[in-house]
């Protein structure tokens, strides 16, 4: 050992965070035959990809990007799709349930239909239809409970079913990625960060997110006690419903006649966290599908949601 | 009753308060305990003590304790912590699972298991990550049995900080007389099993007396208040961070043919740029050229970073190898004493092959008989002759290459193992290497002159080996007879290894076990295989009736000279022929474990030919073998 130069601080929680994804990443593409990361375009989905450029830097990640698209998003989460997927030189799979697109599912006439048909089913089938055998997703153990007992690398029958009960133990830095023909698993790189270190990590390495987390005046209605976002012309507005310009900003983002916004002035990061940090309620709040029943995620997930 | 209540800084002055916590540090840590020591509501009380519980999850929490809490109408912290919904309805937490909170100074990850004594594995998964660990002892009830067990499942884990956190204070008064007598009795015990440190507190989780602030109840204790210890203690990285250098190279980063990056986390000590560097097992050496990162290179990386190094030199170096200090290189070697603890329903089967994963290292490995399994609730040795779900042993490993690897003491990263099953996939058990065993450091493999490619050239042939499987009768050791004359015929070197030349001599200390029948068939494979080595065209007729062993003499040959021959034949007709009378015989009870009665026969899933005995004589049958088997053979036959 040198004693005379100086060794660097201890790790802070964020590197040593960033090093465990890392190191997850890598594991899965030296084992897996064909891994693909799932990108929703969302906070946790940029964190994920960059971290993923940060692994196999000089190379671009050797692997695509699968978006599962309803359709029904942001305006603004698509152009950042293709932004990013460009920018990190890799592949990007877009994938549309052919069978919802048939029946014409949409937020507004199906509820939960709509993000069974376009988000559940369709997500297996692209898995099945490309044949990946590992999918990386954001998902964090923080956001739910159910989540906080699944393993990072979360093992799926070959009809995508989570079996609670009977999951792989992982002990140490040690991940066992085997599994038969038809099998697959799915992988949580970012299992042990919390939303305020996604944010701090944003912040730190200056990720480029979806403008729709910052406030700015948008077209917007109230309706069932939630504010909604007027992003195209495909908003049907009640009888006497008249689009309302407000200062909102999103905590989570999906398909947006479905997302909740909130009234805020907050416009940059600092002032986003300030504002999180300060809130008192949870953040799935603004999402309509955990309030179906208490355990509704957890049954979603055996199903094959992701 | 509060909710989140911000930090007043978070208004005041948001850039401040993120560069605070930008610089904190990360400590994982496990409590133990069983339903009752509270030990959910003590999580649940540094969750809620440290501002991590929301408005919405409040509510929730006030009508589920008052719907299903075990507090009356007080607010029952465990409902915060317990996950699945099966579980919430048991009351009881069956997994591990993981929890998080932060303070000013430190982020924290609590691996929350369960004190049943059937979930050892879970005890010992939440251990594996921990760098400290909680063991909560109920004050009315002082040390138990599941305390001490606790205990000696952290220190096997190498768990480096105890805290034996004596919980219910409130119920006994705050006596501190009642605190010295637990603590003396751990100390006792705590001393027998070879733990040199603890820090005793004396807590109320459901109060909250030394949780987060001191308790005015119990002035007499002069020790740190948890969550002041739990912000203190040193981390494992960064005590890693001193030993010598090894990073064991998950992947190797080649994207054109100017760069060529070895991809890893760094296991322990620090690297430089221009640091001599040996790759491991080759023995090659080099010096760190750079330390590659996107943004811009680094001059230094510590033990805990994920980084990609290039090294000054073209040196071979692959997934699996381990680039370590060059003057303080970790060993290599291929037998090993473990300790072993056994995670699946299913029991281990000495003889068996499993996959053996350790750092990014995966070998097939054998183990041997244990030496004797502990008692986690006495500690004490007992003979034992395999091991179960939740058992903990000590057994030799054999691998069938050399691994590199550290004593388990000294790197958790290097001596730390998880065992696969070779068929199920699933993760069945998990080790700590102890030390390698001598005589296999000091046998290294002989480079032969002569290779195996030799060998066949020389015999005008391609090496085969005809591996026949079914049923006692089905007709194996006759198809296998006839199957050789006819190679002998075209002037083939062959040779058939049966019941008779194999259980009467090299096997005769086996029996018909499932222990014995995997050992029988792993020597016949070795055999086989270095017959073929030899140059031969091997016959085996064997029951060999479990799918992981053929699985194994499978993978002890080279890619296509496996050929797994099913005699099948259904076990009525087996019954009916029964040539040697052994049917009759285990039907009147007289053989034990005989297969398709008495013990299992695994058919092949994908045999590479299937012979039906009851459409096809056994004449045509070794005619079809050996056509089918020409068929894929080089023109040299």
């Given amino acids: 050992m040198d004693s005379a130069t100086a060794s660097p601080a201890p790790l802070t929680h964020l590197q040593r965070l960033e090093a465990e994804s890392i190191h997850i990443l890598r594991e899965v593409v030296a084992e897996a035959e064909r891994p693909v990361m799932l990108y929703s375009i969302g906070k946790d989905s940029a964190v994920m990809l960059h971290l993923a450029r940060k692994a196999f830097y000089p190379a671009p990640p050797p692997f695509p990007l699968l978006h599962v698209d309803t359709t029904w998003k942001f305006k603004a989460m698509y152009e950042l799709r293709e932004r990013s997927a460009a920018k990190a030189g890799m592949e990007l799979l877009v994938h549309q349930n052919p069978e919802a697109k048939a029946r014409g599912i949409n937020p507004f006439d199906h509820g939960g239909l709509h993000t069974d048909l376009w988000k559940t089913e369709g997500l297996k089938q692209a898995l099945d239809k490309y044949g990946f055998d590992a999918a990386f997703g954001g998902a964090r153990r923080d956001e739910e409970k159910s989540r906080a007992k699944e393993r990072i690398f979360s093992f799926r029958t070959a009809s995508h079913r989570w079996d609670p009960k009977n999951q792989r133990p992982e002990l140490w830095r040690l991940y066992n990625a085997r599994k038969a023909k038809g099998e697959s698993i799915r992988v949580f790189p970012l299992s042990n960060w919390t939303e305020l270190d996604i944010w701090q990590y944003i912040l730190a390495e200056g990720i480029e997110i979806v403008p729709l987390y910052f406030a700015a005046t948008r077209p917007t209605v109230e309706r069932d006690g939630m504010l909604l976002m007027v992003d195209d012309e495909r908003f049907r507005l009640h009888p006497g419903e008249v689009p309302v310009e407000r200062s909102i900003r999103f905590r989570t983002l999906g398909c947006y006649p479905l997302t909740g916004a909130v009234e805020s002035t907050a416009n940059t990061l600092e002032s986003v966290i300030q504002e999180m940090l300060l809130t008192t309620t949870s953040e799935r709040q603004g999402r309509a599908i955990d309030h179906d029943q208490t355990a509704s995620m957890e049954k979603k997930k055996q199903e094959g949601y992701f | ?637």
């Fill in chain 2, 1 to 637: 009753m509060t909710a989140y209540r911000p930090d007043a800084l978070i208004a005041s002055d948001i850039s401040a308060y993120l560069e605070l916590h930008q610089h904190k540090s990360l400590l994982r840590f496990l409590t133990c305990g069983s339903v009752d020591d509270g030990k959910s509501t003590l999580i649940g009380r540094l969750l809620y003590d440290s501002k991590q519980i929301f408005e919405d999850q409040l509510s929730a929490l006030e009508s589920d304790s008052k719907r299903v809490g075990t507090q009356g109408q007080a607010i029952d912290f465990a409902l915060l912590v317990d996950g699945l919904a099966a579980e919430r309805e048991q009351g009881i937490t069956i997994d591990v699972a993981y929890r998080f909170f932060a303070t000013e100074k430190r982020k924290f990850i609590v691996a929350d298991t369960p004190g049943h004594e059937q979930y050892t594995r879970n005890m010992v998964t939440g251990a594996s990550t921990a760098d400290l660990a909680v063991i909560l002892i109920d004050a009315r009830k002082g040390v138990l049995t599941q305390t001490k067990r606790h205990s000696f499942l952290a220190h096997l884990l190498g768990i480096r900080h105890l805290v034996v956190a004596v919980n219910k204070m409130d119920l006994v008064d705050y006596d501190q007389a009642v605190f010295d007598r637990i603590v003396d009795a751990y100390a006792e015990f705590a001393q027998s099993i070879g733990i040199q440190d603890f820090t005793p507190i004396p807590i109320s989780g459901f109060q909250g007396d030394n949780v987060t602030t001191r308790s005015d109840a119990m002035p007499w204790f002069g020790g740190p208040v948890l969550l002041d210890h739990l912000e203190s203690v040193e981390v494992n990285g960064d005590i890693d961070r001193i030993k010598p250098f090894r990073m064991p190279v998950q992947w190797v980063n080649r994207p054109n043919l100017d760069f060529r990056g070895f991809a890893g986390l760094i296991a322990s000590g620090t690297i430089r740029p221009g640091d001599p560097v040996r790759i491991l097992p080759s023995g090659r050496t080099s010096t760190v050229a750079r330390i590659v990162a996107m943004g811009g290179d680094k001059d230094i990386a510590v033990a805990g970073e994920s980084v990609t190094l290039t090294l000054a030199d073209e040196v071979d170096c692959s997934r699996g190898d381990v680039i370590a200090t060059a003057d303080a290189p970790p060993q290599a070697a291929d037998q090993f004493k473990a300790t072993i603890v056994w995670m699946d329903p299913a029991e281990l089967l000495p003889g068996r092959a499993y996959w053996l994963k350790l750092g990014t290292q995966t070998v097939s490995a054998v183990i041997r008989a244990p030496e004797y399994a502990i008692d986690v609730n006495t500690m004490a040795r007992a003979p034992a002759k395999t091991l179960a779900l939740n058992d903990i042993g000590v057994a030799e490993i054999v691998t069938d290459r050399g691994i590199v690897f550290e004593p388990y003491a000294e790197s958790h990263d290097l001596g730390g193992f998880i065992l696969i099953d070779k068929l199920t996939n699933a993760t069945v058990g998990a080790g700590m290497l102890d030390f390698a065993l001598r005589r296999a450091q000091n046998v290294h493999w002989q480079a032969v002159e002569i290779t195996r490619e030799a060998h066949a050239q020389q015999k005008g042939q391609q090496p085969r080996l005809l591996w026949f499987t079914g049923l006692s009768g089905s007709g194996k050791s006759t198809i296998a007879n006839l199957v050789e004359k006819k190679l002998h015929a075209l002037g083939k070197h062959s040779f058939l290894l049966d019941g008779d030349n194999i259980r009467h001599g090299l096997n005769r200390d086996l029996g018909f076990s499932d222990q014995d029948r995997v050992e029988n068939i792993r020597r016949i494979g070795e055999v086989a295989k270095l017959m073929t080595d030899a140059g031969l065209i091997v016959l085996t007729a064997f029951i060999s009736p479990f799918r992981a062993e053929r699985a194994m003499v499978r993978s002890l040959l080279p890619e296509g000279e496996f050929f797994e021959i099913f005699v099948d034949t259904p076990i009525e007709e087996a019954e009916r022929r029964d040539v040697k009378g052994l049917y009759k015989k285990a039907r009147a009870g007289e053989i034990a474990n005989f297969t398709g009665i008495s013990s299992p026969y695994e058919p092949p899933l994908a045999p590479e030919i299937r012979i039906d005995t009851t459409r096809t004589s056994p004449e045509e049958a070794a005619e079809q073998i050996v056509e089918a088997i020409m068929g894929v053979w080089s023109p040299m036959l």
